[in-house]
């Protein structure tokens, strides 16, 4: 989920600095592994069977729900690990410990591929069609910002697919001075996040 995340928001904040990133995460069975997709499956067989629903890994009714990250809270702060990972991994990665990250991190009735809808608080003007322009130049990142027909990220077809969808590129109404910038992204952290990384990392060292 982080660097799903950062892979959209690091050209941003290469290019015009990143003073705050507020993210909310729709994260699917495969982050939890092989065992809740197949009682993703199964629950959806069981509800249109009639069944009472299999709850092995989640202990709740999965299919057609949606329900905070299964990680544990830190009771005193009230934010799971996974949120907590999200800010200090980001602050790791970009080598900056004074970049400011809030989470809520969901987990979806989907199968594979993550998707986060990133609100940015920027340190530099940026305009959505600058913002879109140097992305779109990125590396690792497929635009799919269509207003006119509503075509936009989805874990559909994100899934199996190495680079991050990126799009609902626009500006933050409530940030003046082009300062506020919003985007929703769909990746596959199997591969964005875990095994294409590994090759990547690889071929660097």
């Not at 015009?16 to 009682?39: I, L």
């Not at 202990?59 to 009771?75: E, K, P, T, V």
Request: charged residues 20%.
């Amino acid at each position: 989920s982080t660097i799903i995340m950062n892979v959209a928001v690091w050209p941003i904040h290469q290019k015009v600095g990143v003073d705050r990133v507020v993210v909310s995460t729709y994260q699917a069975a495969s982050g939890a592994g092989a065992a809740a997709m197949a009682e993703l499956e199964q629950q959806a067989k069981d509800f249109v069977e009639n069944k009472p629903l299999t709850q092995d890994i989640f202990g709740r009714q999965y299919i057609f729900n949606l329900f905070s990250h299964n990680s544990g809270i830190d009771l005193a702060t009230g934010y799971n690990e996974e949120e907590t990972k999200m800010v200090k991994e980001t602050k790791k990665i970009f080598n900056d410990p004074n970049i400011n990250v809030t989470a809520t991190c969901i987990r979806v009735p989907v199968l594979r591929a993550h998707c986060e809808s990133i609100n940015l608080t920027l340190k530099n003007p940026m305009s959505a069609d600058e913002a879109r322009e140097l992305l779109k130049n990125s590396p690792g990142i497929s635009i799919q910002d269509d207003r006119e027909k509503n075509i936009h990220p989805e874990p559909l077809q994100a899934s199996g697919i190495d680079d991050c969808f990126v799009g609902r590129i626009r500006q933050d109404v409530s940030q003046t001075g082009n300062l506020g910038l919003e985007m929703f992204v769909a990746g596959d952290q199997i591969r964005k996040g875990a095994a294409l990384n590994a090759i990547q990392i690889a071929e660097l060292l």
